[in-house]
């Protein structure tokens, strides 16, 4: 199992992982935002529908 070179390989995967990590963190951040900004808008529209 020799992939064209271990030591470049080596010093990629982890960047890599680090910025799946990353990103993966944001998203869920902003879906969080999104659904907490989503139930503040709809209590609005419910107290001013009642």
Partial sequence: MN???PSTL???MP???V???I???VFI???IYALIL???ALK???KKNS
């Fill in 29 to 31: 951040g902003l879906t």
């Fill in 23 to 25: 990103i993966r963190l």
């Fill in 3 to 5: 992939l064209t070179s």
């Fill in 19 to 21: 910025a799946y990590f």
């Fill in 38 to 40: 989503l139930i503040k």
């Fill in 15 to 17: 960047i890599f992982m």
């Fill in 10 to 12: 080596g010093g990629i």
């Fill in 44 to 46: 609005i529209y419910i």
